[in-house]
Every structure is written in C-alpha cells, then in structure tokens.
C-alpha cells in the first residue's frame, strides 16, 4: 500500500484461525469493494488531473496533480507489486518508457550497463542509441553462459539487464545465478519479465533488484492498452523511479491504468488456457519435418521455430485463418510474426545473426482460441511451407 492509500483495504492480517491471503488472490482482488461513495464492488476510475487544496500549503486528500500520483494507477501498480513481491511498483505509458525510466533513474552519465545480446529489439535499440551519444556504455553478452555473464561482470558496472526467457529465442538465464554476479560487481540487476508475467515467475525472489513489465502483453492481455511497470524490491529504489517518472513524465492515463488492472485479474485464468493451447502446438510443431528447430522453454505460451528459409516462412504465414501476422505478444488472440522484419528489425544483419535471429525464424504467441482450430491452421501453414513453389 502507498502513502496514497486506499484506507477501506481488508487488511492483510488474516481473521484468528484462519490463513493468510495467497499473494494471488491478493492481487487479483487488489481495490476491489474499496469505493466509499456507492460501495460499488469494482473501484472508479478517476479521470482527473488535478485535486483541491485545502489551504495554501494543504492538500484536501492525498493527490495533487495525476501526473505525480493517481488513485486509478496506484491501485493498478499495488496490484503488480503484490504479484512480484516487490516494494512499489511505477506504472508507465509503455515498456519502453519503463526503459527509459530504469536508465534515467539508476544509471550514471557514462554508467556501464551489461545487456543479453538476444533481447527484445526495442530494448536494444534504446541501449545502442544512448551508448553511441555516449550517455552509457553498454556490453552485450549471452547471459545464458554463465562462464561469459561472469567475465563481463569481472569489470564493475551499474545495471545487469536479464530478459529471461529472451525475445525471440526463448533462451533462459539463470536469474539468480546472473543476480548474485550482478551484485559483487556493485551492479543493480533488472529482469523484464514480460514474458512470464509474475504468475510464472518473480525475480526479486531470485534476487533482482527490478522487474520491469511492457503491460501490454500478458498483463492487459487484450491487446488495446500500451503500458509499462518498474517493481523495485526495495522503497528505496521505488522512490528513485517513482521521483523520475514524474519529472520525466513517463506516468500512465488513468483510463489505461484501469483497463491494464481489469486485465490483470483474469490473468490466471488467461494464462491456464494459453499453456494448454501452447502445448498442443508445442507436440505439432516438434512432429511436423517442416520446423527445424522449435524453441519452447516448457512453460509460456510464446515460442518461436525455424523454417529453413524467408520464403518457406513466408508460404506458411500466407493463408492463415486464425493466427494473425501481427507484432505483440500476451493477448488473448493468436498472433505470429517474423522477427527478423519485424519485431527486431532494428538490429542489423551482423546482430541478428549473433543473436540467431534467422530468416526462417517465425514467433508465435499463442492465445486462447479453440486449441483444435489453431492446430489445423498452423498445421495447414507448416504443409504450405514444405511444398516448393513451382
Ligand atoms: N520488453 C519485451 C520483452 C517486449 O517484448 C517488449 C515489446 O514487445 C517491450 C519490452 C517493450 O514494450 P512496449 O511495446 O510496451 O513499449
């Protein structure tokens, strides 16, 4: 809870006898019953940007101006801190923002900062694009090979960035192993865990120091919010963010705060569905000769497989009924989407290939259709790409 609070929360302690809250239902049921005015069950959103003053030097409540703070977003971002077990959480107009916002707030002018080489393009960019003006320095590395994380870590630096599974390889980092090196290299270690969502894992019990979300995937789930989350382990480090956020302005609309929030409490739900569905297309795709490579962590339901060649690629995407060939990831619709074009296109040739980012790479993010349907679509696809054109 924030000093904002929302002062009609049942209270954390459980009734004598009974056990406390899973941290799940917590979350879910974050504000819910909370409105004072017409004890409605699901809160109001407030769209207001400005609060009164009581007096010259008095605020009337607890807000003053939405950029600073809003009820709407603070209910949205105690949800998530819940969920990632974090101390505060600050919640932003997309995942890059909350980028932009972690090197802002957190890394000196001139900071080193060690970054995977196979992280999601957006992010790269971001990183390159300040290392050339030379406000950071940054060092990409496969942090899957603890042997390589350990020698770029020999070296101080200010942030340790994990992306884990990666974008769009779905490749794993040991997070705590990764965390630990980060720390005696007097680093601070993020994880963007937009890929998992803290229901399929939460970093800071592993040792990060920050988890970041782009919320516009698992989180809102629906694909129509663009939005952005810092979790930050310690109120120490959630003051820093939350401080810059304001002065940068990076803070989300309210109306999507309320959106993302109603998202995020059927997330569960979401989430057993799409682990069903993504395992059905798991089996196909392992079966089917025309994927040489499928890269699936075991959990999740983003994953990516090779089909050989760009044009092989292209004859499956070309008459698919159910899967849209689409950027994004996390909705409840299926989407697939060839990285090299399209999500990581910012990476030039030479970084893509180091980063195993092949013609023939396709993405799949799996939603929550008729499990049947979408294999006889991506089944349908998989035959068209192993036919040769004449
Ligand atoms: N991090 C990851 C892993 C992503 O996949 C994305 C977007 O695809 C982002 C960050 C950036 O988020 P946004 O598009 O909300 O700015």
Redesign the pocket.
């Known amino acids: 809870m924030t000093e904002h609070g929302h002062g009609d929360q049942p209270s954390d302690l459980p009734p004598i006898g009974l056990p406390p809250l899973s941290r799940l239902t917590r979350g879910i049921r974050h504000g819910l019953g909370t409105d004072r005015g017409h004890h409605a069950i699901v809160p109001p959103w407030y769209p207001s940007t400005n609060y009164r003053f009581s007096s010259l030097d008095t605020k009337a409540g607890d807000f003053d101006y939405a950029r600073t703070a809003n009820p709407t977003r603070d209910l949205f971002g105690e949800a998530l801190a819940t969920l990632e077990g974090g101390a505060g959480c600050v919640v932003v107009t997309?995942?890059?923002?909350?980028?932009t916002l972690v090197v802002n707030a957190l890394v000196p002018n001139g900071g080193r900062v060690v970054a995977p080489h196979d992280?999601?393009g957006?992010?790269w960019r971001l990183f390159t694009r300040l290392h050339e003006q030379g406000r950071i320095v940054v060092e990409y590395v496969d942090l899957t090979d603890l042997a390589a994380a350990r020698e770029a870590l020999s070296t101080p630096a200010d942030l340790v960035w994990i992306?884990s599974p990666s974008?769009p390889l779905l490749r794993l980092t040991d997070i705590e192993a990764v965390t630990g090196l980060a720390r005696e290299a007097g680093a601070l270690s993020l994880v963007?865990n937009?890929?998992c969502s803290p229901l399929l894992q939460t970093p800071l019990a592993l040792g990060a120091d920050l988890v970041?979300h782009?919320?516009?995937?698992f989180i809102n789930g629906h694909s129509d919010v663009?939005?952005?989350a810092v979790i930050s382990s310690t109120t120490d480090l959630d003051e820093q963010v939350r401080t810059w956020a304001n002065t940068l302005g990076l803070t989300a609309s309210p109306f999507d705060s309320w959106l993302a929030l109603r998202g995020l409490r059927t997330l569960d739900a979401r989430l057993r569905v799409h682990a069903e569905n993504a395992a059905a297309v798991v089996d196909l795709l392992r079966s089917h000769p025309a994927a040489k490579t499928v890269n699936h962590p075991g959990f999740g339901s983003v994953l990516s497989f090779d089909v050989g060649s760009l044009d092989a690629a292209a004859r499956l995407v070309d008459g698919l009924r159910c899967i849209d060939l689409a950027?994004?990831?996390g909705g409840v619709e299926s989407l697939i989407c060839h990285p090299g074009l399209m999500?990581h296109a910012s990476m030039p040739p030479h970084v893509q290939d180091a980063a195993g980012i092949t013609p023939g790479l396709l993405r799949l993010s799996i939603g929550i259709e008729g499990a049947d349907d979408l294999v006889a679509d991506l089944r349908a696809g998989l035959d068209r790409a192993r036919t040769l054109p004449a």
């Open positions: 997309s995942g890059m923002a909350a980028a992280l999601y957006g992010c992306e974008n963007d937009t890929f970041l782009s919320t516009t995937k663009l939005g952005g950027e994004s990831l999500t």
